[in-house]
């Protein structure tokens, strides 16, 4: 539905419930309508973000650091491990 049809349509509405604006059925009907007109567009939303053009575009926001070996991350989480262990162990008892 054009945007002009949507006016025209909007203007009929309010004019024949006597002013006062679209009822809750037409205003109800009208959204229907547009989330349906819309729907394919949202549907081509994964398609939109492996676009090249816009994945370049990102690039330079995206901030890629080089990660450490696996290795330096291990003893700090065996170690919150054990604490989280011994917290539970003392809120049991």
């Known amino acids: 539905m054009s945007s002009r049809a949507l006016q025209n349509r909007l203007f009929v509405a309010a004019k024949a419930s006597g002013g006062g604006g679209p009822s809750r059925r037409e205003t109800l009907s009208l959204s229907l309508g547009l989330a349906a007109a819309l729907a394919p567009l ?3 939303t994964p398609a939109l973000a492996a676009n090249p053009s ?3 575009g990102l690039e330079k926001y995206v901030k890629r650091k080089k ?8 003893p700090p989480l ?3 491990r054990d604490q989280l262990i011994r917290i539970g ?3 049991s008892e």
Do not use: F, K
Not at 67 to 73: A, G, K, Q, S
């Open 42 to 44: 949202l549907a081509n």
């Open 54 to 56: 816009v994945v370049n």
């Open 67 to 74: 990660l450490d070996r696996i290795d330096t991350y291990i």
């Open 78 to 80: 065996l170690g919150a």
């Open 89 to 91: 162990r003392v809120m």
